[in-house]
């Protein structure tokens, strides 16, 4: 199923669904602990769509794809480089990805997004998709001109509306079996396969539940392929995964 939240033209309430082929089926109540179907359906051309759902935390993990399978390190390292991103960071499919001024660019990264759908706490592998509600798409705009010397990440990642989300959350999705796509101005540049993930994102979730607390709406992002480019005023950059759909994003300088 594909979990949307959107606006009608006309309305500033903000309203559940789901995506069908005739349009977005509205649902009332909590998508992670209960909800119902109601029989209104809402045409495409009727409504924006929204972020899927709010997050709780953003997390992320940095250089987690390798170009071909040969290349796959024999050995992973004990401390992967997670990095948390604000969740006044995050914005819908359509909304304007902003320049920060003192920079002309900013880079773009396509990414499978996991959508926490219970409190979790020392999972190990094998337990985590129990622990997953969906997947959605993600884009984690990076500005590396701010990276620290130091290694720190945080400010590069973190500008208002660096971090696109959606368009929906899939929930019946095989994480191991889809392909993560970046078109930038139509142009293809990121085009892998999860199998290429360094640290696979069962293996991330445990290692994360070992330290904190996951909660349900807690999104992790697993990493971007090889590909990932600068992007500048008047771009637009279209992330995709074409099991849950695409995030078309313009690019705005500030
Ligand atoms: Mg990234």
């Keep these: 199923?594909?979990?949307?939240?959107?606006?009608?033209?006309?309305?500033?309430?903000?309203?559940?669904?789901?995506?069908?082929?005739?349009?977005?089926?509205?649902?009332?109540?909590?998508?992670?602990?209960?909800?119902?179907?109601?029989?209104?359906?809402?045409?495409f051309s009727e409504i924006k769509l929204l972020t899927p759902l709010?997050?709780?935390?953003?997390?992320?993990?940095?250089?987690?794809?390798?170009?071909?399978?040969?290349?796959?390190?024999?050995?992973?390292?004990?401390?992967?480089?997670?990095f948390y991103k604000p969740v006044s960071s995050v914005i819908g499919s359509g909304e304007t990805v902003v320049i920060p001024r003192k920079v002309e660019e900013v880079k773009f990264e396509s990414e499978l997004a996991v959508v926490i759908g219970q409190r979790a706490s020392n999972l190990s592998e094998q337990e985590v998709t129990d622990y997953i509600f969906g997947?959605?798409?993600?884009?984690?705009v990076t500005a590396p001109q701010f990276f620290h010397e130091d290694?720190?990440?945080m400010i590069g990642k973190s500008f208002d509306t660096f971090t696109p989300l959606g368009p929906?959350?899939?929930?019946?999705?095989?994480?191991?079996?889809?392909?993560?796509?970046?078109?930038?101005?139509?142009?293809?540049?990121?085009?892998?396969?999860?199998r290429l993930m360094i640290f696979s994102m069962r293996k991330m979730i445990a290692y994360l539940s070992?330290?904190?607390?996951?909660?349900?709406?807690?999104?992790?992002l697993t990493g971007s392929p090889l590909g990932a480019e600068m992007m500048k005023d008047g771009d637009e950059i279209n992330c995709k995964i074409a099991e849950i759909g695409e995030l078309r994003n313009p690019v705005k300088q500030g």
Excluded: C
């Design 1 to 43: 199923m594909k979990f949307a939240r959107f606006k009608k033209q006309t309305d500033e309430r903000v309203l559940q669904g789901i995506a069908t082929d005739n349009g977005i089926q509205q649902i009332e109540g909590d998508i992670f602990t209960g909800w119902e179907h109601t029989e209104v359906i809402h045409n």
């Design 54 to 82: 709010t997050p709780k935390h953003v997390i992320g993990i940095g250089a987690n794809y390798v170009g071909e399978t040969d290349d796959l390190p024999a050995e992973l390292p004990d401390i992967p480089v997670f």
């Design 135 to 140: 997947y959605t798409v993600a884009n984690d």
């Design 151 to 153: 290694g720190h990440w």
């Design 168 to 194: 929906y959350i899939e929930t019946e999705l095989d994480p191991d079996k889809v392909t993560v796509e970046a078109y930038l101005n139509g142009e293809k540049k990121q085009d892998s396969t999860t």
């Design 210 to 220: 070992s330290v904190m607390t996951l909660e349900a709406g807690d999104i992790i």
